[in-house]
């Protein structure tokens, strides 16, 4: 565990632009140490950049298609930060693409950070605490966030709970596997976006992933075709996520949206708190409580702990 001391003194020097700062704070985050004093930290920040999630099945480009719009982005004399999420290796627990180069063009660019997180089993695609690891780059001063997730599926959907734009990423000649898109991830897409438009069938992939999206009474999906290698595309995708409208926090679907974070933040306070949630279980036993009576005890603690 890190000292109290050490992360304020990290906090004050991240509040100051100081990107080594920064990359401790992920790090200590990533492995669960001092989340407490760093969420609590920075729920005064002010300025918070919008948290763009791309999401897609292996292989279908992502990775390159964020290299475009890390160069459409430079162009524009913008800053934009990428946080990447691997598959973990079974044998080294670590990132098991982290060690590629990636994006390496990009690597002495000031105005890019990137960087490559483990993602757990079971844990739907993300790592532990991602949302406060996204909440330490979008207050730090970027212009623009990236999370870009691995795969797409049930999994996830979690992404959506704490993105404020969803990007999936599709490829031509997915045939079938766009209806099992559908029960997942392409409903909670804002943007979906049918990938290596150069190759043939693009354009049918194109119209399909609309039919599927045109459902009666809903605000009609954007689905938009590129293609990294040629760069068809790019300028228009990225005109189209940073000019569209924030989410409506009042529309059921981000009242699901915010129930999953809470449902996430809940889990997560247990996994890290067992001892006192054992505490509390122990102290309710021999006062003859009730389970209901524990659990109300419980989540009351909860409360308290967080306001």
């Known amino acids: 565990m890190s000292d109290k001391g050490d992360i304020r003194e990290l906090l004050r020097r991240y509040r100051h632009g100081e990107r080594p700062a920064l990359n401790r704070l992920v790090s200590f985050v990533s492995r669960g140490d001092g989340i407490d004093l760093i969420r609590d930290e920075l729920q005064d920040g002010s300025h918070e950049s919008p948290l763009i999630a791309i999401t897609g099945n292996s292989g279908v480009g992502k990775s390159t298609l964020l290299g475009r719009l890390i160069e459409h982005v430079r162009s524009l004399d913008e800053t934009i930060a990428i946080l990447a999420c691997d598959p973990e290796s079974a044998l080294t627990g670590g990132a098991l693409l982290g060690d590629r180069v990636r994006m390496s063009s990009h690597a002495g660019d000031e105005g890019v950070w990137i960087r490559s997180l483990a993602s757990a089993s079971g844990q739907q695609a993300v790592v532990d605490h991602l949302d406060l690891i996204a909440q330490l780059l979008t207050q730090f001063g970027f212009d623009h966030v990236i999370l870009e997730t691995v795969g797409a599926g049930q999994g996830d959907v979690a992404v959506e709970s704490i993105a404020d734009l969803v990007v999936l990423l599709i490829q031509p000649e997915i045939g079938d596997e766009l209806q099992w898109e559908k029960a ?35 605000e009609q999906t954007p689905v938009v075709r590129v293609s990294s290698k040629t760069g068809e595309g790019i300028a ?3 005109s189209l996520l940073v000019n569209r409208p924030q989410r409506d926090l009042t529309t059921g679907r981000n009242t699901r949206r915010l129930l ?9 306070w247990f996994a890290f708190h067992p001892d006192e949630v054992e505490s509390i279980v122990q102290g309710c036993s021999s006062s003859g409580m009730t389970n209901e009576q524990t659990i109300t005890r419980i989540l009351s603690h909860l409360t308290n702990d967080h306001s």
């Open 184 to 218: 997942g991830v392409l409903e909670v897409a804002d943007v979906v976006v049918v990938h290596k438009g150069d190759l043939p069938g693009a354009e049918r992939t194109e119209a399909q992933a609309r039919d599927l999206l045109n459902l009666p009474g809903c």
């Open 236 to 238: 228009e995708l990225w």
């Open 260 to 268: 999953r974070l809470v449902q996430q933040r809940i889990a997560t």
